[in-house]
């Protein structure tokens, strides 16, 4: 079925910039990504609630990843494919943001209400090339190492929380293949081994405004979903029967969990979307009708959910669709000569966002609003 009530607007791009892709939304529904001409020519763009867009000030491509409920986004310049962590005010105008000694390349990945954000810095413009710590910028720039923990080399932080507290992870060399360990900057400056469940590895992919964290951890013999306080103490979720792997992607701040279990077969690798209630019950989201597979990607405060799902009878078309808080399905309105489209992201006043491919192979980003 689909969402009456609901309208799409393709967010537009830039003069001589016409293809967007959304990265981030704020409560207000202002949002930013970029705007590209298909050749590898990029700038940050800002889009307010109605869709209009604003040219994010910078001399060179820009890559906005977050942004606040002031406005304020951060992300990366690119300059000669070398990264270098940027903040732009509600304004547009842009600040760049410091590194420590000896590393040259920078990116910002989050930033909170209170203007604080977090990132990295690299040895080498390949992020992952070389060696790269976890960094924190206050809201005047200042810069600081968060550290690494004991017997690891490196430290990378992907997310700070309302009242910031910072997760992120710890590897033991810079190839992408090597463990890794979920890491906590706690508000009182202590860096937290988050563990695993006896495995090699872990990862973080969210933290709520209560600090409680969710992301994966290795056992013995395979990686299980997880959820950690805000102490650092780890629980290990269900996983969905019948599926082979199981993993969280959002905790909300009333402590409803979504996720993606998947497995492997005729059509490829199919998902399905999850939720964990606060007691850690899992329950399987509803497809569509003559429904191959979905997956959920962002929830907001109430409970509603987004994503994308697919057809039998089209799966190689994924349609964007939003689950109520009971978990029933309702399909989004496409904009026309759209094949493969997903809602991405939600915020609290039920304001989507989401990319998709046209017709002729562009990328369009895409925001739906009701009526």
């Known amino acids: 079925m689909t969402t009456t009530g609901i309208v799409p607007t393709e967010l537009p791009g830039l003069p001589g910039l016409p293809y967007t892709r959304v990265a981030a939304i704020n409560a207000h529904g202002t949002s930013v990504g970029t705007a590209d001409n298909g050749s590898g020519q990029f700038r940050a763009v800002r889009w307010d609630a109605s869709g209009t867009p604003t040219e994010l000030q910078a001399n060179w491509a820009g890559s906005p990843s977050a942004i606040s409920d002031h406005a304020i986004a951060v992300g990366y310049i690119d300059i000669d494919g070398g990264w270098l962590a940027a903040r732009w005010d509600a304004d547009g105008n842009i600040t760049e943001l410091p590194s420590l000694p000896g590393?040259?390349?920078?990116?910002?990945?989050?930033?909170?209400?209170?203007?604080?954000?977090?990132?990295?810095?690299?040895?080498?413009?390949?992020?992952?090339?070389?060696?790269?710590?976890?960094?924190?910028?206050?809201?005047?720039?200042?810069?600081?190492?968060?550290?690494?923990?004991?017997?690891?080399?490196?430290?990378?932080?992907?997310?700070?929380?309302?009242?910031?507290?910072?997760?992120?992870?710890?590897?033991?060399?810079?190839?992408?293949?090597?463990?890794?360990?979920?890491?906590?900057?706690?508000?009182?400056?202590?860096?937290?081994?988050?563990?695993?469940?006896?495995?090699?590895?872990?990862?973080?992919?969210?933290?709520?405004?209560?600090?409680?964290?969710?992301?994966?951890?290795?056992?013995?013999?395979?990686?299980?979903?997880?959820?950690?306080?805000?102490?650092?103490?780890?629980?290990?979720?269900?996983?969905?029967?019948?599926?082979?792997?199981?993993?969280?992607?959002?905790?909300?701040?009333?402590?409803?969990?979504?996720?993606?279990?998947?497995?492997?077969?005729?059509?490829?690798?199919?998902?399905?979307?999850?939720?964990?209630?606060?007691?850690?019950?899992?329950?399987?989201?509803?497809?569509?009708?003559?429904?191959?597979?979905?997956?959920?990607?962002?929830?907001?405060?109430?409970?509603?959910?987004?994503?994308?799902?697919?057809?039998?009878?089209?799966?190689?078309?994924?349609?964007p669709v939003r689950w109520t808080r009971a978990g029933m399905i309702d399909e989004l309105p496409s904009p026309p000569g759209f094949n493969d489209l997903e809602a991405t992201l939600i915020n609290d006043h039920g304001t989507i966002a989401g990319n998709g491919i046209d017709a002729n192979g562009h990328p369009h980003a895409v925001l739906w609003r009701a009526s």
């Open 103 to 319: 590393y040259a390349y920078t990116s910002a990945n989050s930033i909170n209400n209170y203007g604080i954000s977090v990132g990295f810095t690299s040895t080498q413009p390949n992020v992952f090339g070389g060696p790269y710590r976890a960094l924190q910028w206050d809201r005047d720039g200042n810069v600081t190492d968060l550290g690494i923990l004991p017997d690891y080399s490196y430290s990378y932080a992907t997310m700070i929380n309302a009242h910031g507290a910072v997760i992120g992870f710890a590897a033991i060399a810079s190839d992408l293949d090597a463990p890794t360990r979920g890491t906590l900057w706690n508000r009182q400056g202590q860096i937290i081994d988050l563990g695993t469940l006896g495995g090699a590895s872990s990862g973080t992919t969210w933290i709520n405004a209560h600090g409680t964290i969710v992301g994966f951890a290795d056992d013995p013999t395979q990686t299980q979903p997880v959820r950690w306080n805000a102490e650092g103490a780890i629980t290990e979720l269900p996983s969905l029967a019948g599926y082979q792997a199981t993993q969280t992607a959002v905790i909300n701040d009333q402590g409803t969990i979504i996720g993606n279990a998947s497995k492997s077969g005729e059509f490829g690798t199919t998902y399905q979307a999850v939720r964990w209630n606060r007691e850690d019950h899992i329950a399987a989201l509803e497809l569509l009708p003559n429904g191959l597979d979905a997956a959920a990607q962002s929830i907001n405060s109430h409970g509603t959910i987004v994503g994308r799902a697919r057809t039998l009878d089209a799966p190689g078309q994924p349609r």
